[in-house]
């Protein structure tokens, strides 16, 4: 019993890592959209540690129907068994959550992004105002722009949406490419063994660069002339 219901919890904790690492794959996951992601599978790790996720309820289910799981009978777990099982997955679903956090304790950029998304400003119209000035200016400032600029044109989007000063567009451009992952490079990498085989191993290095700009950037070949 103690064995399946540790797989049982292993494979909701991978459910929610899995959807998180498809996510930072695509090539158009900007920061904004990192940081909430983030924020939202370390919630839900969270909640896995006070409350059973699909697989072990699922898992728990059955075998309380009919002490089995998928035709094999399983022997009745003791107190202590339970008791333990407990303590295992807090500390199991706290590893993950605090791991997930290191892994993006570095990322200076998602945090400090998440105030150029509407739907996280105040609904009172004097605590927008002001809101998110700070972290503006700071990623301004990291991305080597005028700082003061950013701030006010950041207040005048604020009361208008459509209106963004050159300078926020600029940092929110800049915010919108920023890798959020090595996906890309790993990519790039994946590319370059296709290009430069074992065949093809006198290349140059122009050559490879060109061959991999055009295969990289460059529309399928179905709609070359």
């Known amino acids: 019993w103690y064995f399946v219901a540790e797989l049982a919890m292993i494979k909701d904790a991978l459910r929610s890592l899995q959807e998180l690492s498809l996510f930072l794959q695509r090539e158009n ?20 540690k006070e409350q059973a996720g699909k697989s072990v309820c699922s898992f728990l289910k059955q075998w309380e129907a009919c002490q089995t799981f998928r035709g094999t009978e399983l022997s009745k777990p003791t107190q202590q068994q339970l008791t333990d099982f ?3 997955r807090k500390r199991f679903y706290q590893c993950l959550f605090d791991n997930l956090n290191s892994r993006f304790a570095d990322a200076n950029m998602l945090p400090l992004a998440r105030v150029l998304c509407p739907a996280v400003w105040p609904d009172d119209e004097l605590e927008r105002i002001i809101y998110g000035d700070c972290e503006v200016g700071k990623l301004a400032k990291l ?5 003061t600029e950013a701030v006010s044109q950041f207040r005048e989007f604020k009361g208008n949406q459509k209106r963004r000063g050159e300078t926020l567009n600029t940092s929110i451009s800049l915010v919108h490419v920023y890798p959020v992952s090595s996906a890309e490079c790993e990519r790039g990498f994946s590319a370059m063994n296709l290009q430069h085989t074992a065949l093809r191993n006198r290349l140059l290095t122009t050559t490879v660069s060109s061959l991999l700009m055009i295969q990289l950037n460059g529309p399928p070949l179905s709609e070359w002339p």
């Open 143 to 147: 991305l080597g722009l005028d700082v």
């Open 29 to 48: 996951a900007s920061a904004v959209d990192a940081f909430f992601k983030v924020e939202s599978v370390g919630k839900t790790l969270q909640a896995l």
């Open 86 to 88: 407990q303590q295992l």
